[in-house]
Structures are given as structure tokens and as C-alpha cells.
């Protein structure tokens, strides 16, 4: 589908006796954030152990391999990543042994200044083993002078800038951090005697553990058998959490920078029917993430909401295409319509994102080959016009439909009667206190955090536009 791509998930757990089993379990609930590998790494208090595959965390673990990761303490990962990157060097957590002991890191966004550090670290005699900007931290953490393993991690992740909620485990501790901004989430809870620290409260929900807090932008924890101790070793900085987290990324059932993701999912329906109603006989979302969107709308519209896209869950990622070519088969293996609610109705078709808008253009043909006699696109966030920095996959700038066309261009190319978006203003009441602790660089084209040298190029070449690369 044509989405942003949330880049990873994390789950830690200190002081469980089965911490590789629950990582798992965690790892499970945080699928929906990377798809590509998935690892864990386990400390007995003597030895660090890690297994990492590509695929599913289903795929990639069964129970000889967590049966071999003992201990007490866990990290594991998911990944999201490009094509070109999916490999499993790339796979985390990342375990190293070096002076200040064995250590094992994973970690969720993307630090823009990463190639500026390993081009020094490079120069410096320092062998990568594999491309993430992830492994810098780790050279910077091994050369630390520093006298404690604590202040080696502060010393090292001062160092970088970006988005960060890194988990480090070393054989008796585990230490979670998170960027001044706060861009992606992480959260503290607690599973009996056990501390738990992961990307989503929907982890903690499988697992039957109560959230606590959040871990604070700016905040290094670190959990040992004494308990928490909390570092705030930044200089304080603006806030700046991935609105994004809220529009998409995050399960419904999560509660992310403090707020019911479902609450403000449904709200951002809401706000989109007061400021784009259109007069039509049925909603219908794109499954599943415009769900809770087309709830709110049809809520507040007061027009009835109807599953007239059913998706197929069961698509794995190796699906093998038909060598007959059938038109629009990509769409149609994961979507199908029901005619029944379709057929001679004037449709609100809602999503919660559009990106190239090649996908939607599909999904609109497919609804009007259903019988729908009108197809009005309502999409739950402002015009995405670029791309993201800060650990999100997105595509170059000329690639975002929003970006190179107008509103009046987009219901052309997707054959819609009409589109329309929701407001920044709407999508920052959405989510409370004027938005003002969030990132929207997608939907503005401001970035809140500065770029280096050679990032500073990439930015201006992805954002010159090339009009050309998505018409027709
Ligand atoms: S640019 Fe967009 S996707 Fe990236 S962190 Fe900001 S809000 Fe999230």
C-alpha cells in the first residue's frame, strides 16, 4: 500500500525470568513497525546472547532459538527498511564486545548527522560492519574514555542528532533513551517485580504489564537490580513528537505521547467532517488504518458508516503474482468491494493518508466498478508535501502527489468526484495543546532539527521539485 513506512519498534524487559519470551511477545504487538527482521538479544548477567533473522517475528523465532537467549534481561527489534538495505547485517539489536564490556543496542529513528560521524570515525581507523547510522553510536560508545558504562552511553549519544529511543542492554542493566525532541515514542511499565520499556503500550497490553510513564524526551533511564535512575543529560529542546505516530503509524489500541491514539484518530474524522462535510448516502474507510478516521466522520456527519472494503489480512510478503497479468491485481489481493453497500450510493471514501496517491487512484476505480454512483476522497491529514528526516521512509519529494499537484489536479488523477484534506489547524487540535510539542515537517516543509554538511544538500535536492516524475 502506498504509506509512509515506520522504520522500527523496540521492547526491553528487566528483571522477568522468561525476558527472551516476553520479548517476543512484545516484538509480536510491535509488528505493524517493521516487517523486514526482527532480533533479541538476552543477558544472563554473565554473557550477552542475540539472534536476529529476516521476515516475521513469528518467522524469525521459535522456541529452540528463544530457549538458547537465557537471562533475566532483554532488547529485541523490528525493522522496517529499504529494499536496498534489507539484509541481515542491517538487523538489530546490534551486539558488541569492547572495554567497557559486551553491549547490545536497538534502535528506533534515524540520527542526521550519522554520515557526518562515520566519515570521521572512518578517517579515524573505525571498520562498519553494516550500513545503519545505529552501529555509530556503538564506535562512539567503544572509544569512550569515560569511567562508567553509563556515562560512555551519555558521552556517546550526545553526540548525535535526530530522532532516537535507543535501548542498550549490557549484561546487568538495561538503559533507554529518547532525543531532546521526544519525535518517537517510548514508554516505562511495569509487569509485577519487572520493568518494561517499549515503543507502544499495545506491547505492554500482551503481555499483561501497566504503563507507568513515558521515558521523557531528553531522558537516558537506567534500570539495574538497585532500580531506575533518570539522567537528563541535554540541553532542554523544543518538543517535537512525530505528528504522524498519531495520523498512522501507531495501533489504535496504543496510547503514544501520553494520548489514546484511537481518541485522537477518530477526532481527526471528526474535525475533517465539520470542515469537508459532503452530502452522501454511506462512509466507507480503506481498511484498516482509515478506520477509526471514517468513524469519527460519519459520527459527526451523521451519515451511516459501512465496511465496503474488506481487506485480506492473510497477504504475506512473499506472495506470488500470477504470471497472467490481471489488472490492478496488487490492490485487489489485499482490498475487495462489497457491491451491496457500493452499488447506486454516493460514497465518502476516508483515509488517513495519501502519498503517491497510486494506490488510491486504484481504489477509487475499484469502488466506482462497484456501482458507486459518486466517490468523494476525504483524507484525515493536511497535504503531505516532505519528506521526512527523522527515521520515517518516505518518498523524495517529487514523488508526494501533494507536493507537485493541486488539490483540483489530485481529484483528476484519482478520478474522484472530489478530495479534500483536513486542515494543520484541524490535525493540531486533533491532538491537543495547539500542537505546538509536535513535528509536522512533512506537512510544512519546516524541520525542527538543523541539518549538517551533507545532509543540508540532500535536503535542498529532495526538495527541488520535479513536477514531471508522477503525472499521468
Ligand atoms: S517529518 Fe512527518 S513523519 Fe517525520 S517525524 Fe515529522 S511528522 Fe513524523
Keep these: 500500500m502506498d504509506k509512509f513506512r515506520e522504520e522500527c519498534g523496540v521492547f526491553g524487559i528487566f528483571g522477568h525470568p522468561e525476558a527472551a519470551n516476553m520479548t517476543y511477545l512484545g516484538l509480536y504487538a510491535l ?4 516487517q523486514e527482521s526482527a532480533g533479541i538479544a538476552a543477558s544472563d548477567g554473565v554473557q550477552i546472547r542475540v539472534s536476529r533473522a529476516m521476515g516475521y517475528v513469528a518467522d524469525a523465532f521459535d522456541s529452540d532459538k528463544l530457549a538458547h537467549l537465557p537471562g533475566r534481561i532483554a532488547i529485541g527489534h523490528v525493522r522496517y527498511s529499504t529494499a536496498g538495505e534489507s539484509q541481515l547485517a542491517n538487523a538489530q539489536p546490534i551486539l558488541i ?17 550519522a554520515s557526518e560521524l562515520r566519515e570521521e570515525l572512518v578517517q579515524q581507523g573505525s571498520i562498519f560492519q553494516a550500513s545503519t547510522d545505529t552501529e555509530v553510536v556503538l564506535h562512539l560508545y567503544a572509544r569512550s574514555k569515560a569511567p562508567t558504562v553509563e556515562d560512555a552511553v551519555v558521552e556517546s549519544i550526545s553526540q548525535v542528532r535526530g530522532a532516537f529511543s535507543f535501548l542498550l542492554l549490557t549484561k546487568d542493566r538495561l538503559i533507554a533513551a529518547r532525543d531532546p525532541h521526544g519525535f518517537l515514542p517510548l514508554a516505562l511499565g511495569r509487569l509485577d517485580d ?3 520499556v517499549c515503543s507502544e503500550t499495545c506491547a505492554m497490553d500482551l503481555i499483561g504489564a501497566t504503563y507507568v510513564r513515558d521515558i521523557e524526551p531528553g531522558e537516558v533511564l537506567v534500570i539495574t537490580g538497585d532500580g ?6 541535554f540541553a532542554p529542546a523544543h518538543l517535537a513528537h512525530c505528528v504522524f505516530e498519531h495520523v498512522y503509524f501507531a495501533r489504535p489500541d496504543s496510547y503514544v505521547f501520553g494520548k489514546s491514539v484511537n481518541e485522537v484518530r ?11 462535510r459532503v452530502d452522501a448516502d454511506v462512509v466507507v474507510p480503506v481498511p484498516d488504518s482509515g478506520v477509526c478516521a471514517a468513524m469519527g466522520y460519519a459520527d459527526e456527519a451523521g451519515i451511516p458508516l459501512r465496511m465496503g472494503l474488506i481487506r485480506n489480512h492473510y497477504v504475506g510478503r512473499t506472495f ?11 490492490v485487489k489481493v489485499k482490498l475487495n468491494p462489497v457491491r451491496s453497500i457500493l452499488e447506486g450510493r454516493r460514497v465518502v471514501l476516508v483515509d488517513d493518508s495519501l502519498v503517491r496517491g497510486t494506490t488510491s487512484r486504484k481504489i477509487v476505480r475499484m469502488v ?7 466517490v468523494h476522497v476525504r483524507i484525515s491529514c493536511p497535504p503531505t508535501i516532505s519528506p521526512c528526516f527523522y527515521g520515517v521512509d518516505t518518498p523524495r519529494r517529487s514523488e508526494l502527489i501533494a507536493a507537485t499537484h493541486t488539490v483540483e489536479e489530485i481529484k483528476k488523477y484519482l478520478q474522484a468526484d472530489s478530495v479534500a484534506y483536513l486542515s494543520l489547524d484541524g490535525l493540531m487540535a486533533a491532538v491537543g495543546s495547539g500542537g505546538s510539542s509536535y513535528c509536522s515537517s512533512c506537512y510544512t516543509g519546516q524541520y525542527p532539527v538543523e541539518f549538517p554538511r551533507d545532509e543540508k544538500i540532500y535536503l535542498q535536492l529532495a526538495l527541488k521539485l520535479d513536477k514531471e516524475a508522477v503525472r499521468g
Excluded: M
Aim: overall charge positive; aromatic content about 4%.
Design 368 to 374: 466506482r466498478a462497484a456501482g458507486a454512483k459518486e
Design 228 to 233: 531506575l535512575r533518570s539522567i537528563k543529560p
Design 194 to 196: 519487572a520493568f518494561v
Design 31 to 34: 509488528q505493524h513497525r517493521g
Design 97 to 113: 564486545d569492547c572495554a567497557h564490556g559486551q553491549i547490545a543496542i536497538g534502535h528506533n529513528g534515524n540520527l542526521v548527522n
Design 320 to 330: 506470488i503474482q500470477p504470471q497472467a497479468s490481471i489488472r490492478h491485481f496488487g
Design 266 to 276: 477518530t477526532n481527526l474524522g471528526r474535525i475533517l467532517a465539520r470542515e469537508q
